[in-house]
């Protein structure tokens, strides 16, 4: 189960098998990154691509203007282009970020 985050009013929690997969058909640029944060606390900003992310250690907390959701070791979570979002961790995060840019 992927958590779709609650930015363009869509359902909390739903499977993202079920909706806004799309863009994976679709030519574009794809990656893979693996991102470790010691200690981070970022402004909300504007996302610039469709973002697949797996948290390996640690937890982070994404905010929006719709509120907030903290994601921990194991959880996986889905970030929209053009989403506005802020994210703050407190202790040694890692994550494999999954992202998709469309041309």
Not at 18 to 26: G, R, V, Y
């Given at each position: 189960?992927?958590?779709?985050?609650?930015?363009?009013?869509?359902?909390?929690?739903?499977?993202?098998?079920?909706?806004?997969?799309?863009?994976?058909?679709?030519?574009?640029?794809?990656?893979?990154?693996?991102?470790?944060?010691?200690?981070?606390?970022?402004?909300?900003?504007k996302t610039t691509e469709n973002k697949l992310v797996t948290i390996l250690e640690g937890a982070i907390e994404i905010g929006s203007s719709d509120g907030t959701a903290t994601f921990e070791t194991g959880d996986t979570f889905y970030i929209k282009k053009d989403s506005e979002i802020s994210m703050k961790a407190d202790v040694k995060t890692k994550m494999i970020n999954v992202c998709y840019q469309a041309p």
């Open positions: 189960r992927i958590t779709v985050l609650n930015f363009d009013k869509q359902n909390i929690n739903s499977d993202i098998s079920n909706k806004d997969i799309q863009f994976l058909n679709a030519a574009g640029k794809m990656w893979v990154e693996v991102e470790q944060l010691c200690s981070l606390i970022q402004p909300s900003i």
